[in-house]
Each structure stands twice: as structure tokens, then as C-alpha cells.
């Protein structure tokens, strides 16, 4: 099997002061919202924001799983970019991997991935539901294309 190189979305945030800690850096949570930002424009990319899904059919994505590997600190009013890209596509599930680095250096400065599951709210609490076809469809595209524009 033949691996296929797959670009990533890039999103740029600039660090604020509210997100480091009192050792000047981005306290580590952080990492995780700058993944959920990458998420959120990876699906403005592919052209149709997240809540549309939401709303238009009466679903969520929940999280189930987050991993960051931290490999250098940022600090306040770094400019970071955030890369999303697809990299699993399942019936009822999608996962994304990530990669933050400090742009104009390019420094690495954390890797991670969120997996996600689609469910409905019962009255039994949440249950697991197939991805709507044209959901599936948007992150398979992402999936075997070879980038997506910015």
C-alpha cells in the first residue's frame, strides 16, 4: 500500500497574554482549543461550518479521545499555525491529526490528533449515529485529496 502525502489546512493564532501561565508560556490546555480552532476552519474550508451540521441535522460531535505531545514552548504574541488535516474517516467517526508551529521559524512545537463521534441526544443520554452522507462525503474528499486551499 502506497501512503499518499496529504496537505494540511493551516490557521494562524497569535498567542494572547490570557493563555500563558506564570512561566510566560501557553498553559498546555490551550493546545487542545488551538486543535478545536484548526477544526473549526478545516470545516469552514471544506464549506460548510460545523453548527450548520449541528442544526441542519440534529447531531453533535463528540469528542472522545485528544492527544498532544508538547516539543517547544510558545509564548505570548507568537503567531502559531495550527495544521489540520484528515486522517480517518469511519462510519460514525472521524479522527484529525494536528501540528502547531511557530510561523516564519517553523519550530515544531506540538503534534496531536482528536478523534470524534457523531451522536444524537436521548433520553437515555447520547447514543452513536452514523455520519450524514454528505459529512462523510466533505472529510472523505479531504481525505484522499491532496490539499485544500486556504
Known amino acids: 500500500?502506497?501512503?499518499?502525502?496529504?496537505?494540511?489546512?493551516?490557521?494562524?493564532?497569535?498567542?494572547?497574554?490570557?493563555?500563558?501561565?506564570?512561566?510566560?508560556?501557553?498553559?498546555?490546555?490551550h493546545f487542545i482549543r488551538y486543535f478545536e480552532v484548526g477544526e473549526a476552519e478545516l470545516f469552514r474550508a471544506l464549506g460548510k461550518p460545523r453548527r450548520e451540521f449541528y442544526r441542519g441535522y440534529n447531531l453533535v460531535l463528540l469528542?472522545?479521545?485528544?492527544?498532544?505531545?508538547?516539543l517547544a514552548p510558545a509564548t505570548e504574541d507568537d503567531l502559531l499555525e495550527v495544521h489540520t488535516r484528515v486522517e480517518e474517516v469511519r462510519s460514525k467517526g472521524y479522527r484529525l491529526g494536528y501540528e502547531i508551529r511557530r510561523k516564519g521559524e517553523g519550530t515544531l512545537l506540538a503534534t496531536g490528533h482528536m478523534s470524534c463521534v457523531c451522536a444524537r441526544r436521548g433520553e437515555d443520554g447520547f447514543r452513536a449515529i452514523p455520519l450524514p452522507e454528505e459529512l462523510e462525503k466533505l472529510l472523505k474528499g479531504a481525505l484522499s485529496s491532496p490539499g485544500i486551499p486556504p
Do not use: G, H
Open 63 to 70: 469528542r472522545v479521545e485528544a492527544f498532544c505531545k508538547f
Open 1 to 29: 500500500m502506497t501512503q499518499v502525502e496529504r496537505k494540511s489546512y493551516v490557521t494562524e493564532i497569535r498567542v494572547p497574554w490570557c493563555d500563558v501561565d506564570s512561566a510566560d508560556v501557553v498553559y498546555f490546555p
